[in-house]
């Protein structure tokens, strides 16, 4: 099924289609927001999301962090002294977003593709949600931009189309490649070989950590240049360089093509979730979602670098992980949370597993000792 059409019937609304998720997610709060507006966001998400709302000319207010799904604490957090929202729906759990309702609210639903609220997808409540199509499809690239108003839609359109660079043929068929090679590797189990060759032939981004380098002069001087977007992409393209690269023919048949499996492993991944749940480092609110095809499932664990090390050994990749929080990681440019230890005991903590390969995850995960 073509991509922009799986979105739109999954929400009803006006979609556009994009060469990422991060792109979208600029475009929405150009359009929706003012520079110098306060933005709310969790302590907790992609490096380059911070990014993005700093190019966007926003002042990032980091909220205070629930403990039991690593998202936003609405009731904790001071609504009153922000302008907008911008939800992360943490591995898939869902914000709380019908608290911010008077608020400009941007769902980044990443994460979240099939999860719902109350009986209503994900990425329908706020003024857009952008979804990817690199997490639940797999497809290596792509973002959908979902909104109401047509109007909205082509203005969008417009600034998406200033902002993307030409394709290049060879680059789209290595990326497509890749991808496919990164989807046979999980199903055949060869994941252990697959990372090794990776890490060996440097294909994976240099990182402090689990955060990418922060370079704080050459980020005060792209700030000066904000709202304007290029300034900002050593940062934003992590992991991903081509991420306002305009997508070819094959580009888009690849992406349809992973969309159309998303429903087929709904439920594989809800059984997954199932049995993840029962384990006693289950983060609460899983055990809430049980029915939710989550995209990871995150359990709170007292060794984690251990546990990954030893999942590796089972054949399950880890990744997703976020650490420190924003205002930890970025201290200079971000308005501190009033409360940000659940923030710190969260993302050191966190282990996010793919339900998917629930079976082949658990002899390590029984092992855990819960944090």
Not at 113 to 141: D, I, N, W
Not at 229 to 240: E, G, K, S
Request: hydrophobic share 45%.
């Amino acid at each position: 099924m073509n991509a922009v059409r799986a979105i739109a019937e999954r929400t009803g609304r006006h979609c556009l289609l994009l060469p990422s998720n991060r792109l979208g997610l600029y475009l929405a709060l150009r359009h929706w927001c003012t520079p110098g507006q306060r933005l709310l966001m969790s302590p907790i998400s992609a490096d380059e999301i911070l990014f993005l709302v700093l190019a966007a000319g926003l002042r990032p207010v980091i909220a205070p962090l629930s403990r039991r799904d690593g998202n936003i604490d609405a009731a904790r957090a001071d609504l009153g002294a922000v302008d907008a929202v911008l939800t992360t729906n943490l591995y898939g759990l869902p914000d709380d977003v019908t608290a911010f309702t008077g608020k400009i609210v941007i769902e980044d639903v990443a994460h979240a593709m099939e999860t719902s609220l109350g009986g209503r997808p994900l990425g329908t409540f706020g003024q857009a949600g952008v979804f990817s199509l690199s997490k639940h499809p797999g497809a290596g690239s792509g973002g959908v931009l979902a909104v109401d108003d047509p109007a909205d839609l082509h203005a969008l359109e417009r600034a998406r189309d200033l902002l993307l660079e030409p394709g290049v043929l060879r680059n789209e068929l290595i990326a497509v490649a890749s991808s496919m090679a990164r989807q046979a590797a999980l199903r055949l189990d060869l994941v252990r070989p697959a990372l090794r060759l990776m890490r060996a032939l440097g294909m994976q981004e240099e990182r402090e950590g689990y955060r990418i380098a922060l370079r704080g002069p050459d980020l005060d001087l792209a700030l000066k240049q904000a709202p304007e977007l290029p300034p900002f992409d050593p940062w934003v393209q992590a992991d991903l360089h081509d991420y306002r690269t305009r997508r070819g023919p094959l580009a888009r048949w690849y992406q349809s093509r992973r969309v159309a499996k998303v429903p087929r492993e709904r439920a594989r991944r809800v059984a997954g979730v199932r049995r993840l749940a029962e384990l006693p480092c289950a983060a609460p609110a899983v055990r809430e979602q049980v029915e939710q095809p989550l995209f990871r499932v995150p359990l709170l664990v007292r060794e984690r670098d251990q546990a990954i090390a030893e999942l590796e050994r089972n054949g399950v990749a880890t990744g997703y992980l976020y650490d420190p929080p924003y205002d930890e990681y970025a201290p200079g440019f971000t308005e501190p949370s009033p409360e940000p230890e659940a923030a710190r005991w969260w993302a050191r903590h966190v282990l996010p597993v793919d339900p998917l390969y629930a079976a082949r995850a658990l002899p390590a995960l029984e092992r855990l000792t819960p944090a």
